[in-house]
């Protein structure tokens, strides 16, 4: 236990003195000119409409459209941190040397797994919660917009991006670190595209695609979080205005309910079984 | 007390490659063992099923009577691999920091210091590892080895980047670590420096052990070499103590003797026997 500990401090340690950390920030502070600039730009235009005689609040679509965007931004930051941070955890720092030294020290392969994870996962869950609570700011300064709910669609965000880092981990216990980290990304990108077929399923509508967006993000659940915090932030507008929302590549049409959260914590303790077992196995 | 290191029939294999086919070998207490072999022999392997990083196919290791591998065996030894790394981001100080507490090792700042002076980075301790030379960093992996009072040393090709004088410095640390009673099982290419400190030499070819032994009892005498007028020549089975009377047979028998040496076999010698000229 304070093995793990001691792995997960050292893993801050490293992500702090490594420059991956300064450059994150810097994409990240880039991200959030952009936005604000941009947020600022579109709700300028949305309110030269005026009022609308079709009850669609057009700040509305503008506002969870824009927010979606910077959410679906914080998702794809925090995953390229979550996998730089894990990417090599396993195989790529045993094959370079890095992983031996620690292994043979008294504190056994799981524990030093669970400080990796632990390690890994805090930071990349504060990164995306801050960054969602500062495009919210932004949003909420430039539109005088707030989506229906605040504090769920970060905690969702972070939810997911930790689920991103238990797979990336689990990923490096078997792959080599260049192969893992595309692996990864590949996950992601299917479990997007597998939700984007399920919004195109309910705009048609088809039961087919609606279904393979459904299992997509069961099995991938990084994706069902997103969507679900897609959901949540007009999840109280009725009407056409939310309608349009859900029509966009930022719609979250899918609401998961209670069970999600039940879901994801069973399967990031499959992820780790998973990821013990093979550990446990590998000669290093 | 159970020894230090036990291997009993060990074996590992690769998929299609055995890389060790039942090897006995033990390090008592206190011992420094070398353990030598052409590249590909299984020297690293063997080392790596001590420490637990490698888990036998058959066979199995035991440190100080506990399992190889398990936490206890863990806690008693201390390894250097013969490929490792340090994060390039952490100073010397800090690398030894966190391996005691890895270790659970009280030692604090005074075991650092100690234990960087006894490898000869006193003035590194606050460098980074990334703007450390290669040799540097074999001394702080030594360092890390011992962090913790390890009752077993394992070492892998420890000296494979130090230049002389680097190697002469590991030298006196093993015989300081003897006589701190530390065991060592050290593997080497270097059969000069495997002669000078090992209380005894284990030899393996193929997977398999060949010679094992006291350096002093594994070189054979191979006769004495006497010069006399109608030249050298060297008489077969006999050793240091039969060249005075050798001396005095010949001078008896009129013989004008130049000159006499006894002759014996190199620890490279026996190692090229025992090895069959081996190499990969
Ligand atoms: N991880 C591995 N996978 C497959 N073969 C290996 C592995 N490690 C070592 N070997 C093979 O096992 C044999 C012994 O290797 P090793 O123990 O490293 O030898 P040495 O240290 O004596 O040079 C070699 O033939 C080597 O190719
Ligand atoms: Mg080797």
Redo the contacts between chains.
Sequence with gaps: M??AV?IAL?AWR?SL??RVFFVVIVLSLAFLALYAVGTTAAFNEVNKFGSNPNDTDPSVVAGSTLLGLAMFATLFLGTVLAVFLTLSAVRGDAE???L?????????RPSLLAGRFVGAAAVCAVYVGLLYAISLVITLLAGDWTPDHMIAPGLELMAAVVVLAGVSLLGSVFLPTTANGIAVFMVFGAGLVAGLLGQIGDAIPSQTLQNIGSAGAIALPFEALYQEALHALTSDTSGLASFVVKLGPFGGAHHFGPGLVAWVFAYLALLAGAAVWGFH?R?? | MPPALAAHAVEKRYRSTAALRGVDLAVDEGQLVGLLGPNGAGKSTLVKIACGLVRPSGGRAEICGHPAGSLAARARIGYLAELFRFPDWARADEVLELHQKLAGSRGGAAERSELLELVGLADARDRRVEAMSKGMQQRLGLAQALVGNPRLLLLDEPTSALDPVGRRTVRQLLEELRRRGVSVLLNSHLLSEVELVCDRVAIIASGALVAEGRPADLVKPRGVEVETASGKRVIEGAGRDDAPRIVSDLVAAGERVFGVRVLSSTLEDVYLEAVGGETS
């Design positions: 304070t093995g001691e050292y490293e003195r490594r370079r040397g890095l031996q030294p620690l292994v043979v020290r008294p504190l056994g196995r000669d290093l």
